[in-house]
């Protein structure tokens, strides 16, 4: 009777072990099966390719808002002036377009609780002669070469470009440290400014660093270089600069 009874048991046990090695292996079966399905719907990576159009503006024409001014490409003819120039503020003028912009960013900034004002826009030929001069009677060539462009070198004729003051800091290194400064370096793409001169770019650019000097150059190259992390006009278009004058 004993003996009966083990092998009932035994056999039961063999039936609940069979049974539940079935029901893990088919209760794994779907996960497997999704998991499988689901890689293969994961798509591939792609490459995006940007369409930024290079060639949309001149980088010669002293009209251009692309036109790149360094002491390697003067402005042809050497004493060009823009025919739309408007006043911002404080005596300073910009071409009409980039008069626009810079209103707009220092409104925005003025919001935002910090107030940026135009220091030096628009330099003729005949001003920036003088101002080039001064620099050479009180520093010495050397010195003003690194800081002052030379009559038709200058990024002031074009119109384009405007010197900035915050905080009591007007055309000096302290500007980038005001919280006006540096709300503008931080935000002057969105509006189609470029800092022009960069700390770690004296070498391509041919001057030392400006953190006053901004440049019009639209929003969509501007937010393109953003983008690219690229600091000089020089570096996006390969053009040649330096501390050279050619």
């Known amino acids: 009777m004993k003996k009966r009874f083990y092998i009932a048991i035994g056999f039961s046990a063999i039936i609940v072990l069979v049974f539940g090695l079935w029901h893990v292996h088919h209760a794994a079966a779907p ?10 719907t994961v798509p591939k990576p ?24 360094n002491k390697q490409h003067p402005l042809q003819p050497k004493g060009y002036a823009p025919s739309d120039l408007v006043s911002v503020g404080n005596g300073q003028y910009m071409r009409a ?70 905080g009591g800091c007007s055309i000096t290194d302290c500007f980038g440290t005001t ?32 953190a006053w000097h901004f440049r019009y150059i639209g929003v969509k190259l501007a937010t393109e270089l953003h983008k690219d992390h690229i600091e000089t006009l020089e570096e996006f278009f390969g053009v040649n600069g330096g501390a050279v004058y050619n």
């Not at 497997?32 to 689901?38: G, L, M």
């Not at 792609?46 to 001014?69: G, L, M, R």
């Not at 006006?180 to 070498?203: H, Q, V």
Request: charged residues 20%; glycine residues 6%.
């Open 31 to 40: 996960e497997v099966n999704r998991i499988s399905t689901t890689s293969k």
């Open 46 to 69: 792609t490459t995006e390719q940007s369409t930024f159009n290079k060639a949309q503006y001149s980088t010669t024409d002293p009209a251009s808002i692309w036109v790149i001014v």
């Open 97 to 166: 377009e980039a008069a626009s912009a810079l209103t707009t960013m220092l409104a925005a900034a003025k919001t935002t609780g910090y107030t940026v004002t135009p220091a030096s826009g628009y330099r003729s030929y005949t001003t920036q002669v003088s101002v080039y001069n001064n620099e050479v009677k009180d520093y010495g060539l050397a010195t003003a070469d690194s800081e002052s462009a030379r009559a038709s070198y200058s990024e002031h004729q074009t119109g384009l470009a405007m010197d900035l003051a915050s």
């Open 179 to 210: 919280p006006g400064g540096e709300w503008i370096i931080t935000n002057a793409y969105k509006y189609g400014f470029l800092l022009r001169y960069p700390a770690d770019k004296t070498a391509i650019t041919g001057y030392r660093a400006e």
